[in-house]
């Protein structure tokens, strides 16, 4: 069980807006010296013109996924990355929707990769499965 005062910060974190806690977490990252990057974060892919549709995707293999594109929505393109990647934070998952194409699973079973490519596409996303 969290102290006191850890319980009213949260009451007051909880107030605040999304952009707010973007603005909180930069500044507490400045003030501490730290960064919020999880050790395990999806580099942005090197390759750009990877051409293999999902659909024509091996399905015993390990699978790459790669958003090529946000598309209109990228507010429910960030919360599918952070459904994907619970330990990606809301800067993680905005930088993946601005500097594209970016590795969102590498190396992961299909059915998981089509898992998060389905999820990616539902929010707007446009995909490849490697």
Same mark, same amino acid.
């Given at each position: 069980m969290a102290s006191k005062n850890v319980g009213k910060i949260v009451d007051e974190v909880a107030k605040l807006s999304v952009l707010e806690l973007s603005e909180l977490v930069e500044a507490l990252q400045e003030k501490l010296g730290v960064s919020a990057m999880p050790m395990a974060a999806a580099a942005p /892919?090197?390759? =750009?013109?990877?051409?293999?549709? =999902?659909?024509?995707?091996? +399905?015993?293999?390990?699978?790459?996924? #790669? *958003?090529?594109?946000? +598309?209109d929505n990228? #507010? /429910?393109v960030i919360k599918a990355l952070r459904e994907i990647n619970q330990n990606w934070g809301l800067k993680e998952a905005k930088d *993946?929707?601005?500097?594209?194409?970016?590795? #969102?699973? &590498?190396?992961? &079973? /299909?059915?998981?990769?089509?898992?998060?490519?389905? &999820?990616?596409?539902? /929010? +707007?996303a446009t995909v490849e499965v490697k």
């Open positions: /892919a090197a390759a =750009a013109g990877a051409e293999a549709p =999902a659909e024509e995707a091996v +399905g015993g293999a390990n699978q790459t996924v #790669i *958003m090529t594109a946000s +598309g990228k #507010i /429910a *993946m929707t601005e500097n594209l194409p970016a590795e #969102i699973v &590498k190396d992961v &079973k /299909a059915e998981e990769a089509k898992d998060a490519a389905d &999820k990616l596409k539902t /929010a +707007g």
